[in-house]
């Protein structure tokens, strides 16, 4: 009984192990993106990617823009995720 008991919690164990860094490496990805923070973007491509993330994020629908904003949208609605 013991030896089932150890095998269980090694599998638990490495299992748990191969699966953090997936869990991790979508938040850190999330994380390291910043609208305002893109080099040489517009105001305007900065403030259609912030509204398309926040839509994506609120599980609003996706909107069609046009020009830099909705460049930016479209950037902003990819890195969203409805909840």
Known sequence: MDTKVSLLS??????????TPLI???NA???SF???AQ???SSD????CKDG??????????STYSGDYGKGYEVGWSHGSCK
């Open 10 to 19: 090694i599998v638990i164990t490495v299992a748990s192990m191969a699966l």
């Open 24 to 26: 991790i490496i979508q």
């Open 29 to 31: 990805d999330a994380a």
């Open 34 to 36: 910043s609208c305002a």
């Open 39 to 41: 080099k040489g973007k």
């Open 45 to 48: 491509w900065i403030q259609g």
């Open 53 to 62: 993330w926040f839509d994506h994020d609120k599980c609003l629908g996706k």
